[in-house]
């Protein structure tokens, strides 16, 4: 009886230590996140800010302003996708949401294949639960993941107004082109401006 406890916390101990090491590898892959630097400005304007800096200032966004959605949302859901939504692009880099000359899809596919290695490196049980939050913000389809994309959109516009439009003025951005890129945030914040009742 001694022998068989020993030897199941034995190996429930190495299932542990397994596990808490693939979590902490992947804790230290998305440090790298810092190192991908965005082409928007702190608004500030002291410098350009990064990928992490920005998924925590939209994640944040979502606890506050999620009573403008315009619908029930799940809020911790939305974070999830919100923090996770650009680990891609520590393989994949950054692309300019103005780069004309972007190919989309190839963006995509190059985001996809990054974020199923970085996730890859969880136990398979989050692994899985963190791609179907990254593939839910990427396809679009539930009021969360539209939120979520909303927020991803507003974060920038508010930054070009504290910070006078460095990256339009930087990139010779429009005004034309910057109502268009960001219409999904007027249809996910229908009632943002409107008058609630409490």
Same mark, same amino acid.
């Given at each position: 009886?001694?022998?068989?406890?020993?030897?199941?916390?034995?190996?429930?101990?190495?299932?542990?230590?397994?596990?808490?090491? =693939?979590?902490?590898?992947?804790?230290?892959?998305?440090?790298?996140?810092?190192?991908?630097?965005?082409?928007?400005?702190?608004?500030?304007?002291?410098?350009?800010?990064?990928?992490?800096?920005?998924?925590?200032?939209?994640?944040?966004?979502?606890?506050?302003l999620s009573e403008y959605t315009n619908e029930p949302i799940d809020v911790l859901n939305v974070i999830k996708?919100?923090?996770?939504?650009?680990?891609?692009?520590?393989?994949?880099?950054?692309?300019?949401?103005?780069?004309?000359?972007?190919?989309?899809?190839?963006?995509?596919?190059?985001?996809?294949?990054?974020?199923?290695?970085?996730?890859?490196?969880?136990?398979?049980?989050?692994?899985?639960?963190?791609?179907?939050?990254?593939?839910?913000?990427?396809?679009?389809?539930?009021?969360?993941?539209?939120?979520?994309?909303?927020?991803?959109?507003?974060?920038?516009?508010?930054?070009?107004?504290?910070?006078?439009?460095?990256?339009?003025?930087?990139?010779?951005?429009?005004?034309?082109?910057?109502? =268009?890129?960001?219409?999904?945030?007027?249809?996910?914040?229908?009632?943002?401006?409107?008058?609630?009742?409490?």
């Amino acid at each position: 009886m001694t022998i068989s406890r020993d030897f199941n916390q034995d190996v429930y101990s190495q299932y542990i230590r397994s596990r808490l090491e =693939k979590q902490i590898e992947f804790i230290a892959e998305i440090d790298k996140a810092k190192r991908v630097i965005r082409q928007t400005s702190l608004m500030d304007g002291s410098r350009q800010e990064n990928d992490a800096e920005h998924s925590w200032h939209i994640a944040l966004m979502a606890l506050i302003l999620s009573e403008y959605t315009n619908e029930p949302i799940d809020v911790l859901n939305v974070i999830k996708m919100l923090l996770i939504h650009d680990l891609g692009e520590i393989d994949a880099g950054d692309v300019f949401v103005y780069d004309k000359d972007a190919d989309l899809s190839e963006k995509h596919r190059r985001e996809q294949v990054a974020a199923s290695r970085i996730f890859g490196l969880l136990p398979e049980d989050q692994a899985e639960d963190f791609l179907h939050a990254w593939n839910e913000f990427e396809e679009q389809k539930t009021p969360e993941a539209k939120f979520a994309k909303a927020l991803d959109g507003l974060q920038p516009v508010l930054q070009g107004f504290f910070n006078k439009g460095w990256s339009w003025h930087t990139h010779h951005i429009q005004m034309e082109q910057v109502l =268009k890129k960001k219409k999904p945030i007027r249809t996910a914040l229908s009632h943002c401006g409107s008058s609630q009742e409490t």
